[in-house]
């Protein structure tokens, strides 16, 4: 069966500092993968999503950058984070296709 | 845990009442459906889809409706369990090439032993 890793499960950093959080998933091959930012209240917003091993494609202009070194790997990361960075980050995989996403258990992160 | 549930609608059950969760959808051209549960602190975890050549699919204790009509979606839980409290949400897309998922905010369900 196929499962979905996200780590860390919670994060602060200060303003300023580089970001790196990573998503794997294991059980598929070739799937879609995708980083989505949650607020309280607010529907998931959709950030990147990739088709392919280095296609990244970015769906709101923001201090944030996406990237899929491995066909299973899926990194999102930030040279200097600011305090509007702050969210429960999460990751998700879908098959190609019409078919559901499955998502990560997701990251705090956490800006000071 | 997450604080997602803040300013959600809230939809109080009784355990062992059935429960129904509703959604509008606003594209038209959406042709596929999908509810999430989503518990605190946790990622959305899928529940049941449904594509637009239907209009009910039943999963286990859950059934979803669609209304294409007035652009209706809605989730009914069969005996409530207080496990079943959460924010559930649903999500509408298009089908073809990529899929853009539009998510909704949610709704609150807390279940009252």
């Known amino acids: 069966s196929q499962t979905i890793h996200q780590w860390p499960a919670t994060l602060v950093q200060p303003v300023g500092s580089p970001l790196s959080l990573e998503c794997t998933v294991e059980g598929t091959s070739n799937p879609n993968l995708y980083w989505y930012r949650q607020a309280a209240g607010r529907g998931l917003q959709l950030l990147f999503y990739s088709v392919g091993i280095g296609q990244i494609s970015s769906e709101v202009p923001q201090n944030l950058s996406a990237s899929r070194p491995q066909d299973r790997q899926f990194i999102l990361s930030s040279k200097k984070l600011l305090l509007s960075d702050s969210g429960f980050y999460l990751c998700?995989?879908?098959?190609?296709?019409?078919?559901?996403?499955?998502f990560g258990d997701g990251t705090r992160l956490s800006i000071l | 845990g997450e604080s997602v549930g803040l300013h959600l609608p809230t939809l109080s059950v009784q355990e062992g009442d059935n429960s129904i969760i509703n959604c509008a959808y606003s594209n038209s051209a959406s042709d596929y459906f999908i509810w999430y549960k989503q518990e605190s602190g946790k990622g959305p975890q899928f529940i049941i889809d449904i594509r637009s050549n239907m209009d009910k699919r039943q999963g286990q204790r859950v059934t979803v409706l669609l209304n294409k009509t007035v652009k209706h979606l809605s989730l009914q839980i069969a005996a409530t369990q207080p496990g079943d409290s959460a924010v559930y949400f649903c999500?509408?897309?298009?089908?073809?090439?990529?899929?853009?998922?539009?998510f909704g905010i949610g709704t609150k369900l807390q279940v009252i032993p």
């Open positions: 998700a995989w879908s098959s190609t296709g019409t078919q559901p996403q499955h």
């Open positions: 999500a509408e897309t298009s089908s073809g090439g990529y899929q853009k998922v539009t």
